[in-house]
């Protein structure tokens, strides 16, 4: 396995939109819900590079393009937010998710935040368990009322530097 972490700047506009469209290809209500916003994501990433390569990055295996992760540093040195964090459905359930994630941290623990915080869906069990093996815990859950409440409850996690 040759798995790398490259610079979002290192691709073209719309990468972003299209590794986010696939990891949630397996139910249309997802791009029916949140596709704008992923364009809006891509968009803002591909017009602040510099930004897009201190709080985000694309994982590479065997040079192809399989997954991303992003946080917002806005709220620092309080707390970093993980932002979109996905691998492509084809390599879903390999742990590449949970590699990407670790790295991710590592970034983060750089950037002089005192924790991390991180959102799901109760329904997104994959992607609880993967917060979870990687330290990540329950700090509460709230209802969701918005366009992705067939995915479940929100649920909230945290994790705290040293």
């Known amino acids: 396995m040759a798995m790398h972490f490259r610079k979002v700047s290192g691709f073209n506009r719309g990468i972003l939109f299209e590794l986010l469209s696939d990891a949630y290809s397996f139910d249309s209500r997802w791009q029916e819900c949140c596709g704008a916003d992923w ?5 803002f990433f591909f017009d ?16 192809k393009p399989v997954g ?7 709220k620092m040195p309080e707390y970093v937010e ?10 879903k359930g390999n ?22 915080v991180v959102t799901t869906n109760a329904r ?8 979870e093996s990687v330290g990540f815990t329950v700090c509460g859950t709230r ?3 918005s366009r992705t409440a067939f995915s479940g409850d929100y649920v909230d996690y945290e994790m705290m530097l040293p």
Not at 68 to 74: H, I, K, V, Y
């Open 39 to 43: 364009k809006e994501f891509d968009d």
């Open 48 to 63: 602040n590079p510099r930004i897009a390569d201190r709080y985000g990055f694309i994982t590479v295996l065997n040079g």
């Open 68 to 74: 991303l992760a992003s946080w917002d540093p806005r």
């Open 82 to 91: 993980i932002g979109h964090n996905c691998i492509i459905s084809s390599h």
């Open 95 to 116: 742990g590449y998710g949970a590699v990407q994630l670790r790295e991710a941290l590592r970034r983060i623990a750089g950037q002089d935040a005192g924790k991390i």
């Open 124 to 131: 997104m069990l994959p992607a609880r368990r993967m917060y």
């Open 143 to 145: 209802g969701n009322e």
